[in-house]
């Protein structure tokens, strides 16, 4: 399975269910099941902060069904959208999703808390994690 190191709070917002939309400045091809890493990354938070959060495991496992940018959509590009529309996912919804920032905008659906956090290390981009019985 294909995992994302992304760093707290918005690791526990995509667990959470709160935020469906992550933001990269790069995109994917890549659909299908992604573990969501909680990353130990002091980007957002200091340590103190940080310490309140899950950090350096995997604490979720979602289904990316779309990759668009941000500005194609607000166009209303046809590809980007259509893409959204076969996913069900309703293009205004999309722009007006508190966490729909770009460039590019990773689109999660089936979004699933795992009971018990997996410890492991992250790592940058999308890197391959050994799901086990997790899925």
Avoid at 71 to 88: I, M, N
Avoid at 100 to 106: F, R, V
């Amino acid at each position: 399975m294909k995992a994302l190191t992304i760093s707290q709070p918005y690791a526990s917002l995509i667990a959470d269910g709160e935020k469906w939309v992550e933001n990269r400045t790069w995109p994917t091809p890549y659909r299908g099941l992604l573990a969501i890493h909680a990353g130990k990354g002091t980007q957002y938070l200091d340590r103190k902060e940080l310490a309140a959060y899950l950090n350096g495991c995997v604490i979720a496992v979602a289904r990316l069904v779309a990759c668009v940018h941000k500005h194609a959509v607000e166009v209303r590009d046809p590809l980007p959208c259509s893409q959204l529309l076969r996913a069900g996912i309703d293009i205004q919804a999309f722009l007006d999703h508190p966490h729909t920032e770009g460039p590019w905008c990773w689109v999660l659906q089936d979004i699933r808390k795992l009971d018990e956090p997996v410890p492991c290390s992250g790592k940058q981009g999308l890197w391959d994690w050994d799901a086990g019985a997790f899925v």
